[in-house]
């Protein structure tokens, strides 16, 4: 039998480093955030197969058809998404009323969508699911999932993003961050102790939507990169072979390179409890994002200088850039700056008591 209710908790994260990486077959660093988006769902028996979706903090509804969701925009385009991606993947579902409510700040870098797609998956396929509550969740199956919300973000809503956001938001666990390796999908947690200093998120106040920003055409430039080097990755790029590029190209691929080798380096940083190592490559990392990749804005640029300024000793722009947020690393003698959102690791999605 079905369950009659379910309802999961999805955080949102943070990436400590290792950003443009995840679509080049590289390295990255996330964490989850305690911030995130809850759904609740229970069955509607009946013969109508169809899912009636309320975003609480909205106060917006959506209905559709379990069979074949139409395409929608905004939100009812992650939820339609959710349904449609989940029964192509085998998952079976039931007609359901789901609730979504979430605390993370939209478009600033965040991964609220990430946040958004979780949750709906996890809430709607523990309503179809057979068995104990839960039993089904392996960490395969979140590995599975979030395969599953990434297609709803490149499918549905247009925006050709990696598995970042959404295996951070599975996978991640509390007090650590966790290295991935996207190329075999590795995941290892690495102990995240802070010491004394904090991590803050500031927004640029400038939103940003992949879909239609930059996000898309530095996608297609790193493919072109691979297809002039012949090779199926930039993992695969030698530093020596990158001069045969075009000079834009090859600035491109040199953000991929060298922000592997920073989260290499960071995990190192972390190991040896050095803080301002790990703030030094926050700092080389955001160079390089603004330098070679270009997704900075000016915006960005100034919430850095203002967090430097304030005393951070590492601060970089986050996530995907062309707006968002900016995270930086505060020795504990430092006040907490204006608008600054304190992050800590906290667990990665779970299924709550229905
Ligand atoms: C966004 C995308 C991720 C990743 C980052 C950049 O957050 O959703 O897949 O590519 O940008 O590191």
Do not use: K, M
């Given at each position: 039998m079905p369950h009659e209710r379910s309802a999961a908790f999805a955080p949102g994260r943070v990436n400590l480093i290792g950003e443009h990486t995840d679509?080049?077959?590289?390295?990255?660093?996330?964490?989850?955030?305690?911030?995130?988006?809850?759904?609740?769902?229970?069955?509607?028996?009946?013969?109508?197969?169809?899912?009636?979706?309320?975003?609480?903090d909205l106060d917006e509804r959506d209905e559709f058809g379990l069979e074949d969701p139409a395409r929608a925009q905004g939100w009812r385009a992650f939820v339609r998404g959710a349904a449609a991606e989940l029964q192509a993947a085998g998952y079976p579902l039931v007609p359901a009323h789901l609730e979504l409510a979430g605390d993370v700040p939209r478009g600033a870098?965040?991964?609220?969508?990430?946040?958004?797609?979780?949750?709906?998956?996890?809430?709607?396929?523990?309503?179809?699911?057979?068995?104990?509550?839960?039993?089904?969740?392996?960490?395969?199956?979140?590995?599975?999932?979030?395969?599953?919300?990434?297609?709803?973000?490149?499918?549905?809503?247009?925006?050709?993003?990696?598995?970042?956001?959404?295996?951070?938001?599975?996978?991640?666990?509390?007090?650590?961050?966790?290295?991935?390796?996207?190329?075999?999908?590795?995941?290892?947690?690495?102990?995240?102790?802070?010491?004394?200093?904090?991590?803050?998120?500031?927004?640029?106040?400038?939103?940003?939507?992949?879909?239609?920003?930059?996000y898309n055409e530095r996608r297609r430039e790193c493919a072109e990169a691979c297809r002039l080097l012949h090779i199926g990755s930039l993992r695969d790029a030698e530093p020596g072979s990158l001069g045969a590029l075009p000079e834009q190209l090859r600035r491109r691929a040199q953000h991929v390179l060298s922000e592997n080798r920073r989260v290499l380096d960071a995990v190192s940083a972390l190991r040896a409890h050095d803080l301002p190592g790990l703030a030094e490559l926050l700092n080389e990392s955001h160079a390089s994002l603004r330098d070679c990749y270009e997704v900075s804005t000016a915006a960005v640029e100034r919430t850095v200088a203002e967090l430097r300024e304030h005393g951070a000793a590492g601060a970089r722009l986050m996530g995907g850039g062309f707006g968002g947020s900016v995270l930086a690393l505060l020795p504990g003698t430092v006040a907490l700056p204006q608008r600054a959102l304190e992050v800590q690791p906290g667990p990665g999605a779970r299924l709550l008591d229905g």
């Open positions: 679509y080049n077959e590289g390295l990255a660093l996330p964490f989850a955030i305690f911030q995130g988006v809850s759904a609740r769902a229970h069955a509607v028996p009946g013969p109508r197969r169809r899912v009636q979706a309320w975003a609480r870098g965040l991964s609220s969508s990430a946040a958004f797609e979780v949750a709906v998956c996890l809430a709607l396929v523990e309503l179809g699911a057979e068995g104990e509550p839960g039993a089904w969740l392996t960490p395969a199956d979140r590995i599975a999932l979030a395969h599953v919300c990434a297609r709803v973000e490149n499918e549905w809503v247009g925006a050709q993003t990696g598995l970042l956001d959404q295996l951070a938001s599975l996978c991640a666990e509390a007090d650590h961050a966790l290295l991935i390796d996207f190329r075999t999908l590795a995941l290892e947690r690495i102990p995240l102790a802070l010491e004394g200093w904090r991590l803050v998120v500031v927004d640029s106040g400038e939103r940003h939507s992949h879909a239609s920003s930059g």
